[in-house]
């Protein structure tokens, strides 16, 4: 049996790299030595298509003599990665072949699961230090033209604060428009004022810009103009990122809080939610929680009363359901799940809980978009991931390099941090010139 290589439009939770869309027009035009090189550059960052294709490649002998062991390797590594076609073609071939035959296919799926640099997106454990107060914060200039427009979007920066409270060095991680606010989210933020510690501190912030709610019919006309999620799903890596940077800007401007469920149906026909661009304040609200701190997702009845507490990061769930279950929300709390967020001593903050597919989520865009080769979503997730932290570390990444260095340093290994800054000024990363001479 001839096996195709799966288009990303034939299997929307398993889209890939370095670029996807090269290899797969390398492919096309016969071309298997280079496409086959494509795509073994996308296997080291998890990407479940690229091994699929090898795996099709192997068994079909496209630019090589056919080999089913390699091609039973390579179909259970793209399962292992998270392809849910490529289970009932591993049985298939495993049954065709002999006990030596499938060994030396499992020998191999281990050698090549060593080369996996990105899994699991996981959070990247740093030191937790206290925050200075902000004492002043200057509001940056909408861009003329973007009024004009009437464009709307977003800037997220990485910065530092000195030990008197000010902003020396600050430098966009990522925005969308792309470019559009950058200028003047930086400028603004150079003029930040926060509390004198005598400590250096570094930090990243999200600025958004809009005049007024974000409206849904802007979202879908930028969707539908620029065919954000025909290409996404097609497999553009470029199309992939915007579409996450544009559906996190939407995501961070609700007042609901986001749940992200992976069982949900990736159903491409499905828009978001009306409800989401709900902007009545009333759906945020504050509630006396004695006792309680942290974060929660609880259920409520029609009353308000806490029902069930359904998560509680980094606590104990028995002691935090014992805490709240069977307290009121308040008078402005119906029927649902909320989420609930307190510091030590004060109110808790309370939002409604919207669940969305994958579909909808930005990292889901953005580590797709990333497993095909996107620099900015590769960054981007390098900022909350060890995984990508260390493979951008390991590609001499210059961006990553300096943010990693600065984070080093404050956190006590200055040599360390000192290496990385230089060599990204090695390669004449100005930014990390500048952190250098703050730090």
């Not at 099709?56 to 039973?72: F, Q, R, S």
């Not at 919207?354 to 080769?373: C, I």
């Amino acid at each position: 049996m001839r096996y195709s290589l799966l288009a990303a439009s034939l299997l929307l939770s398993s889209m890939a790299h370095a670029d996807l869309l090269d290899a797969l027009k390398h492919y096309e035009q016969q071309d298997f030595a280079k496409a086959r090189i494509e795509f073994s550059q996308l296997v080291p960052l998890g990407n479940e298509m690229a091994a699929f294709n090898l795996a099709a490649m192997y068994h079909n002998g496209e630019g090589t003599e056919a080999d089913p062991v390699k091609a039973l390797a390579y179909f259970q590594l793209a399962d292992q990665l998270g392809d849910n076609r490529a289970a009932a073609i591993v049985s298939k071939l495993s049954a065709r072949l002999s006990a030596g035959q499938q060994q030396q296919a499992a020998t191999l799926v281990s050698q090549l699961l060593t080369q996996v640099q990105i899994q699991e997106l996981g959070p990247k454990e740093s030191n937790k230090t206290e925050f200075p107060e902000a004492i002043k914060r200057h509001e940056p200039q909408y861009p003329e033209e973007a009024a004009k427009r009437g464009q709307f979007g977003y800037v997220v920066m990485r910065f530092i604060v000195d030990e008197e409270g000010k902003v020396p060095v600050a430098e966009v991680l990522g925005s969308y428009p792309d470019k559009v606010f950058d200028r003047n989210s930086v400028r603004a933020l150079r003029q930040w004022q926060y509390a004198a510690t005598g400590k250096k501190h570094q930090a990243q912030v999200l600025l958004t810009y809009s005049l007024g709610p974000v409206s849904e019919s802007k979202v879908n006309k930028i969707i539908k103009e620029h065919k954000l999620l025909d290409y996404a799903i097609a497999g553009s890596p470029t199309h992939q990122y915007a579409l996450g940077s544009l559906l996190d800007l939407v995501t961070t401007s609700s007042y609901y809080f986001i749940d992200i469920d992976k069982q949900l149906p990736l159903d491409p026909n499905q828009g978001l939610p009306s409800e989401l661009y709900n902007t009545k304040r009333s759906l945020y609200f504050k509630a006396e929680l004695p006792g309680f701190a942290g974060n929660a997702k609880v259920s409520a009845n029609a009353d308000g009363i806490i029902t069930k507490v359904l998560s509680a990061a980094n606590q104990d769930l028995a002691k935090v359901s014992q805490q709240l279950v069977g307290k009121s929300l308040g008078n402005k709390a119906t029927q649902g799940n909320y989420h609930l967020w307190a510091e030590p001593g004060k109110d808790a903050r309370v939002q409604p809980v919207m669940t969305l597919s994958q579909l909808h989520s930005p990292n889901y865009w953005w580590g797709m978009a990333a497993k095909n080769g996107n620099l900015d979503a590769q960054r981007r997730l390098a900022a909350f991931s060890g995984q990508w932290e260390n493979y951008l570390l390991q590609q001499n990444d210059p961006q990553v390099q300096t943010w990693s260095g600065v984070r080093q340093i404050l956190e006590g290994d200055k040599a360390a941090g000192q290496l990385l800054l230089d060599k990204a000024i090695a390669q004449k990363y100005a930014t990390a010139a500048e952190l250098k001479a703050a730090l």
